[in-house]
């Protein structure tokens, strides 16, 4: 996503999503993944979230922007990042947890089912992960990024092969029930 390599992106994207945050979402992940469990973020952008999931746990944050990975470094110098595309997830670590606030609304169909594969792989046993994305059966195109709605059902039958569903609410961003977030917990083979 060569859009948010730009500095001038990334603070409009900022000014943009100013007040919103995952807090009702990291509420959801405390009462599955246990306090101080290790957890990677996909998308962390300004790192918002990330500070919400960091009052509760070991954290990664991870993003496919360097702007944004340099931009949070700045104020937090320690911070754990790591440079990673939400699709192919390359990364030897193993984690918990993984948990992303629309982010993977920017893959078409045949990469998210590549990020649950990858996502099932480095995910510890009875790991858990959080998605939420935006309700809908539409694909649109600004300045160069993806944004894919998907349909309920579409998203559950994707995770099935990999996931057992612990919960698929849907909620309100900016009217009734045009999000979703998907809790789930990682399954073995039989």
Known sequence: MGYYNDPKNVEDYIDMAAGYDGQELVAAL??????????????MGPGVDLDLLSQHYQ???????????????????????????????QTSRRFAGIYSNKVL???????LEASFLRQHAILLPQGIALHSFWLGDEEEFTHGLRFQYYPEDL????????????????YAEFEADDSLYLILKKTEPA
């Open 30 to 43: 405390t009462i599955y993944l246990p306090a101080g469990a290790e957890l990677l973020e996909l998308g």
């Open 105 to 111: 609304h920017h893959l078409s169909q045949e990469q």
């Open 155 to 170: 998203l559950l039958s994707m995770v099935a092969p990999h996931f057992t569903i612990l919960e698929s609410i849907r």
């Open 59 to 89: 954290v990664t944050g991870s993003d496919n922007s360097q702007v944004f990975l340099d931009r949070y470094r700045e104020v937090n110098e320690v911070a754990d990042l790591l440079l990673l595309d939400a699709e192919t997830i």
